[in-house]
């Protein structure tokens, strides 16, 4: 905000001051504002991110319908181990089922996990062992149960 003062003087010169800048005030109440909204941002972001439970479900069907289309791709059974920190996918090799690098390990974190079976078997013509997951975090839980897809 800008204010000119003229002030004549007992010379009889008048002087013009120029009175440049912001009232302490004025900058408070934007601070202020800028405060306000930045929280109300923070707030909606923190509403928009999906729990941790949701996000491990998307991940884990994602998985298992990665390990179905790889068994049918490549005509491999595969097994996924459900341990209670990971699920790691097994293949058949000559004849003993030993860990299959071509699909990662998927690891929980703080979710817990519990499922009706230890062993879900993946069989290249769709087949897949029936099975339930639990997935709890806190007073949030949700359900994952496997399906048979004959293609």
């Known amino acids: 905000m800008r204010t000119k003062i003229l002030a004549t003087g007992n010379n009889n010169n008048s002087v013009i001051k120029h009175n440049a800048g912001f009232t302490l005030i004025e900058l408070l109440v934007v601070v202020v504002i800028v405060g306000i909204l930045t929280s109300l941002v923070t707030l909606s972001m923190n509403l928009a991110k999906p729990s941790a439970v949701k996000s491990l479900k998307v991940k884990i ?3 298992i319908a ?3 289309n790889h068994a049918q ?4 059974p595969i ?3 459900i341990r209670s920190n990971k699920i790691q996918s ?3 090799n000559k004849s003993s089922w030993k860990p299959y690098k071509a699909l990662p390990v998927l690891e929980f974190g ?3 996990v519990d499922s009706d079976v230890d062993t879900i078997e993946i069989l290249p013509n769709g087949f897949i062992t029936q099975a339930s997951i639990i997935l709890s975090k806190d007073d949030e839980s949700s359900i994952i149960n496997t399906k048979t897809n004959e293609r």
């Open 61 to 63: 069907q994602n998985h």
């Open 110 to 112: 703080s979710v817990a």
């Open 73 to 76: 791709l490549y005509n491999k």
């Open 66 to 68: 990665s390990t179905q």
């Open 90 to 92: 097994l293949t058949l």
């Open 79 to 81: 097994r996924l181990i």
